[in-house]
C-alpha cells in the first residue's frame, strides 16, 4: 500500500476540520499548544516507518501513558490484575465518581483515571524506583533515550488535580489502594507528563501489532495472549464514553491522551500515531480521530 | 485448519463447566430446555460446515435476533439511524432504566433492550408487514424456508415483560417512540421467540464475516463498510455488562441470547454459533463463552 | 388573629409574582386555565372560615388526590402499607425511574407518582367499588356533595402518561403492584382529576389539624397518631425535590398538585389552601408557596 | 407532665433493644465505649432539667456537632449561605459522592459531610482562630466550660477519613472549596471530636426551643426566624436517609452521630438529648431514637 500517498491525502482531507475542537486548558502547559499543529506517523512490521507534518514534535502523552504501566502490570500480574480493577467500558467520563461509588471502589477498566492509579498501586508492589523504571520501559520500547518527564507539566497537573485526588481517596476508603496516595498520584502525574513525538508513540507500541514481540530486538514484552487481550481493552475501553464511537468510525485497538495524541494498533500490521491538540466535548481529539478514521477508509485496514 | 478435530475438543473440554450456570426461568418454554444440550456449528468463507453436538436443533435465538433487525434498520436508514440510538457500551444490564432517564430516553446502543425497541420502531416506518418481513430476511439469510416464529414463548413473554413495557413507555414520554406501543412489543417478542439451529445461525450470519455480502447469491445484505460497524457494534455492545470479558477472553464480535445461544463472526474468515442453555449472571452462556474461548485458543482466530 | 386582614394583605403582596412560573401545559385541560387565578381559604379549629379571591373556584387537584388515598390507605393497613412504600424523602422529580430501580421498585414515599400507585393498588385490596368510595370519602371530608372526577381531565391525562405507565410497568416487574396496570391507572388518573375548591379542600383537611377527628360530625378519620404520621409525611415529603425548601420557608405540613393547588395543615390550629395556576420548575405553584410563606410569617404559626 | 417519672418508664422500657445495634467501629475511641451505656436529659423553657441513666457522662458528639457550626455560620452569612449548599434531605447515606456529582459539587444539605464541609469553609472566611472559636461557641450554649475536643478521636478520624478526603476534593474540583482543603478537614475533624453530655448538649440546644433567645443570658444566637428555620432543616435532614422515618415516627427535630447520641428540639417546649452507643445501619443510635419515640408518644409532644 503506499502510505506515504495516503497519509499526504490524510494531511489534505483533515484541514477543514481545524476549529471544530478545543485545547485542552485545565493547565497552562497544555493550554498554550499551538492548536494548528498536526503530526501522523505509522511503523509497519517490516519497520518501514511512514509520517507527516509535525511527525517529530514531542507533545505530552498524557493517558497514551496509561497503555505501557498497564502493560508493566500486566507483566508483574497478568491475571491476577484482573481482581483490582475491572474489564469493562464505563460509559461515563474518565474521571467519574459515581460509577466507582456502585461499585465499591473497584474501577471498571484500566483507562479510567481510577482504574490507572489502581495499576500504579499495583506496580508499586514490584517497582523500586517507579518513576526511572517507567520511564526506561517507555525508552526501551520507542527505542530512543530521550524520552523525558515534562516536570512543569507533573506539577501543574497535581495542583490541579483534585478529582484525581478524591478518586484515589474514595477507592482508598474502600481498601483497593494500599500504597501512600502522594506516592501513587506522583508516579501518575510524571507518567502523564511524558513527552514524545508521533514516531516514538508509533514505534513504542509496534510490538502489540506484533503479538508482543518487540520488533528490533526480538525480545518479548507481552505474551502473545497478554498482547491480544491489550488489544482487546483499548478497542473497548481506550476511548472513554467514546470507544463504542471509535470503535465504529475507525475500527481499531487504540488509545488517546488530552494532549491531542491518538495511538492505534491494527495487529498484525502495523502502529500508527496521530497528533491534533483540539479536542473534542469527550476529551478527544478531533482531527486524531477523523485522521484515523481517514486511514482505515483509504486503506481498508481494519479489525472487523 | 482442522475444524473438525477442534470442535471434537472443545466438546470435550467444556463438560466440567456443566451445571456453572442456570438455564432462563422466565418463562416456562425457556425454563423446560434441557440445561445439557451443547451444540457447536461454524462455516467457513469457502462455504465448508463442521458441527458437533446439538447443532441442528432449533432453539430460542432471544437477542441474537436484534442483530437482524438492527441489519435490516441499517439497510433502511444507514447512519441516520444513529439520532435514535447510541453507540456506546452501556456497563449496564441489559434492562436497566437507569441510564435511559439520564440520557433522556435515548437508549445506551441497539443491542440493549430499549436500543432494539427503538430499531423497531424504526423498521415499522418502512415495512409493511414486519413480522412476515423480518421473518423472510431470516429465512433468506439463513438458507432455508422452515423457521418460525414460537407464538407460545412470544405470548409468554409478553405476558411477563413488564420491564420492557416500563422501557417502551419511558421512552415514549420522551418522544423517542413514534409507532403504538401494543404494536412494537407484538414485533420485538416475536422477533425474539425465533426458533434456529446453530447450523442456521451460523449461515445466517456469514456475510458479515464476507463483508455483507450474501455467500451463495452473491447477494449484498450490508455494504461493507456498514458490516464492519455492524461487527464494531457486536464486539463493544453484544454481551451487556460483559462486553469487555467477551472482547478480552474471546475477542471476536459476538451476540448472545437468554436461551443460551451465542453468535459470532471472525472477519474474513468464518461465522461461528453455539448454543448450551445455561447462563452465567449477566445472562450469557456459560459453556457458549468458554467453548468460543477454547475456540479461539486453539485456532489464533481472533481480530486482536 | 385577624386572618380576614392577614388574607388581604397576602393578596396584594403576592400580585408582584404573577409571570414568573408557567402553566402546566402537558394536558389541554390545565394549560387552558387562566394564569392569574388567585385563591385562598382557611379554616380553623372553631370552624370559623376565611376566604379571598377565587376560593370558591373548582379547579384541578392533581396530585393533593394523594393525600386522600393515602389517608384511606392508613385506615385500611395501617403500619403494614409500609411495607409496601417508603417514608423517605426523594430527593428526585416525582416520576424518576432512577430511585425506583436502586430500591427494586419500592418507590421511597406515598407521595412521589410511583408510590401513589403502590397506594391505589393497595385500596384495591379493599375496596369494591373504588372510584366510587374515593370520591365519597372526599365528599365526606370536604362537607359538600358537588366533587367530580373531571372526565375529560383524567382522559388526557391517561393518554399522554407514559411515565406513569413506565413507573408501574417497572413495579410490576419487581412484583410490587399485584392489580390490573389499567385498573390503577384508571383509578390513579380519576383521582387525580377531582376538582374543588379552596374552600372545599382546607375544610377536607382541618381533621388533620385537629389529630384525626372530623370537625362538626366529631367522626374519627384517623387514629391521633396516624395523624401526626401524616402530617410528618406530608413535611417531609409533600413537595418532591422542593420539600426541604418547603418545610425550611414555610414550616408547616402541606402537598402541592400540578392544578396549582396546595394544601397546608398547622397542627391543633387550622387547615389552609391556596391556589394560582402558574408552577415553577418543580412543578409547584409559585404563588402558592409565597402565600403560605408570607402566611406563616405575618401569623408567625409554624410548627419549628 | 412529670418529666421525672416518663425518663424513668422509658428507661425500662428500652432495655429489650440492647444488642440490636452496633458500635461504631471505625477508629478505637468510638470502638471501645461501653455498648450499654445509656444516658438522657431534657431541660425545659423553664430552665428545668430532669435526666436520667449515663446523662452525665461526656462522649463524642460527631455529627452533632453539625449543627453548632451551621448555626455560627448562619449567623455570619444568613441567606447567603443557601448559594453554596442545599436545603434537601439526601436520601443518601450521609458519606454519598453519587449525588454531590450530579449536582456539581453543591452538597444537598448541611448536615451531609459534603455539606458540613462546606459550612467549615463558609466559616473560615469569618473566624481568626476556628477552632477556639468553635469550642468557645459550644461552651457558651452549653453553659459550661469544660468542654473540649478529644485530639486522639480528631486524629484517628482524620487518619482513616478517606472518604471526606474524596468529598473534599471532589468540591474543590467544581470551585465549591476556598480554602486550603486540609485545613477545613483539621476543623471538621475537631469538631466532631468534641465530646459533651446528654445534659450539656440539652442545655446547649435550649436557644433553638426558645426562638433562638439564649435562655439564662438571654442573648441572641439566632433570630427567630433562623432558629425556626434551622428546626426545619434538623427535621428534614437530621437524619440521613432515615430522616422520614424519624419524622415519622418521633416528629421532632433533631440530628445524630454515629457517638450514639441524638439531639431533639421541641419548639416552645424543651430540648432534649439522649446517648446510646448502638447504631442502626443508617449509622443512628437504636436505643436513642426508642428512647425518643417513646418520649413524644407519653407526653404527647411533637411538632406535628
Not at 79 to 91: C, D, F, I, T
Not at 124 to 141: C, G, Q, S, T
Not at 185 to 200: K, N, T
Not at 206 to 229: T, V
Request: hydrophobic content about 45%; charged content about 20%.
Amino acid at each position: 500500500m503506499d502510505f506515504e500517498k495516503i497519509l499526504a491525502e490524510i494531511s489534505d482531507e483533515i484541514q477543514p476540520f481545524f476549529g471544530e475542537g478545543k485545547v485542552a486548558n485545565y493547565i497552562p502547559a497544555l493550554a498554550n499548544v499551538d492548536p494548528r499543529k498536526f503530526g501522523m506517523a505509522l511503523v509497519t512490521l517490516d519497520n518501514e516507518l511512514f509520517e507527516i507534518g509535525d511527525s517529530r514534535e514531542k507533545f505530552s502523552i498524557q493517558s497514551i501513558s496509561k497503555v505501557y504501566s498497564l502493560c508493566m502490570a500486566l507483566q508483574q500480574e497478568d491475571q491476577a490484575l484482573w481482581k483490582r480493577v475491572g474489564l469493562e467500558p464505563s460509559g461515563n467520563p474518565f474521571n467519574s465518581l459515581v460509577q466507582l461509588e456502585y461499585e465499591k471502589g473497584i474501577p471498571r477498566n484500566p483507562f479510567i483515571n481510577a482504574g490507572a492509579l489502581v495499576v500504579i498501586d499495583v506496580l508499586l508492589n514490584h517497582l523500586k524506583n517507579p518513576k526511572a523504571e517507567i520511564l526506561d520501559f517507555v525508552r526501551m520500547l520507542a527505542g530512543v533515550d530521550d524520552i523525558y518527564y515534562d516536570y512543569a507539566v507533573a506539577k501543574s497537573e497535581r495542583e490541579t488535580g483534585f478529582t484525581n485526588a478524591a478518586l484515589i481517596n474514595f477507592m482508598r476508603s474502600h481498601k483497593n489502594i494500599h500504597h501512600p496516595i502522594d506516592q501513587i498520584l506522583d508516579v501518575y502525574y510524571h507518567q502523564c507528563s511524558i513527552a514524545m513525538s508521533c514516531v516514538e508513540l508509533a514505534n513504542s507500541l509496534l510490538f502489540q501489532a506484533n503479538n508482543g514481540l518487540e520488533r528490533g530486538s526480538k525480545k518479548r514484552i507481552l505474551a502473545a495472549n497478554q498482547a491480544k487481550r491489550l488489544n482487546a481493552i483499548m478497542l473497548t475501553c481506550g476511548f472513554y464514553d467514546e470507544a463504542g464511537e471509535f470503535a465504529f468510525r475507525v475500527g481499531v485497538p487504540g488509545k488517546s491522551g488530552v494532549g491531542g495524541g491518538i495511538v492505534g494498533v491494527i495487529p498484525n500490521e502495523l502502529a500508527i500515531a496521530v497528533w491534533s491538540p483540539e479536542l473534542n466535548n469527550h476529551g478527544n481529539s478531533v482531527l486524531g480521530i477523523k485522521a484515523l478514521e481517514l486511514f482505515t477508509k483509504k486503506t481498508g485496514l481494519s479489525i472487523f
